[in-house]
């Protein structure tokens, strides 16, 4: 019991440390999109989405995505247009119905707990982590994105 209650206080010491900054782009997710994911979508990339799209062979040849470098093409890929995107992408299997990591999981960190850690920090982020796409997306499910600048 002891032990217990011992836990549950660390639990929440921890959680409100979590708590105490709110996650934003500037202070967390612009740092991980930098190390993580620019070689392949920074300024070398398809500067929009439907660039990417028209030329996708090339760019796949190139190795090289579309931009997600700045704050309003990242949050593209979270809310609108392609609403979702970032979530499927990047979900380590548990919210999905299939059980199956996005394929994006991968680049999120060399080992498994640096991947846990900036996931946690995307979903804080994200607020609503939902997997829907724009078809589906109902707009209680946009109000829980915050997705802050
Ligand atoms: C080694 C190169 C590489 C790295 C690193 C990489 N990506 Fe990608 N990414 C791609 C390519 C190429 C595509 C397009 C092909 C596809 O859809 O899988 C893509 C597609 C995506 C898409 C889907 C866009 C859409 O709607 O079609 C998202 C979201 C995404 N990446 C996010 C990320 C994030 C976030 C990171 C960093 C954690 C990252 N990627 C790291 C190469 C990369």
Redesign the pocket.
């Known amino acids: 019991m002891k032990k217990t209650l011992a836990a549950f206080g660390l639990a929440s010491i921890a959680a409100a440390t979590v708590n105490a900054q709110e996650v934003t782009w500037s202070n967390s997710i612009k740092g991980?999109?930098e190390k993580?994911?620019?070689?392949?979508?920074g300024s070398d990339?398809a500067a929009e989405?439907q660039l990417?799209?028209k030329d996708?062979e090339k760019?796949?040849a190139k190795?090289?995505?579309?931009r997600?470098d700045s704050y309003s093409h990242?949050v593209s890929?979270v809310g609108w247009p392609?609403s979702g995107?970032?979530?499927?992408?990047?979900d380590d299997g548990k919210s999905s119905s299939d059980g199956k990591q996005?394929?994006?999981?991968?680049?999120?960190?060399a080992t498994e707990e640096e991947r846990q850690q900036?996931l946690a920090q995307?979903k804080a982020w994200v607020g609503n982590w939902t997997l829907k796409r724009w078809a589906e997306i109902t707009r209680d499910d946009l109000s829980g994105i915050k997705a802050k600048y």
């Open positions: 991980i999109v993580q994911c620019v070689i392949c979508h990339s989405y990417f799209k996708k760019w796949l190795g090289q995505g579309m997600m990242l890929f392609n995107a970032m979530m499927r992408r990047l996005g394929n994006m999981y991968q680049h999120l960190g900036n995307f």
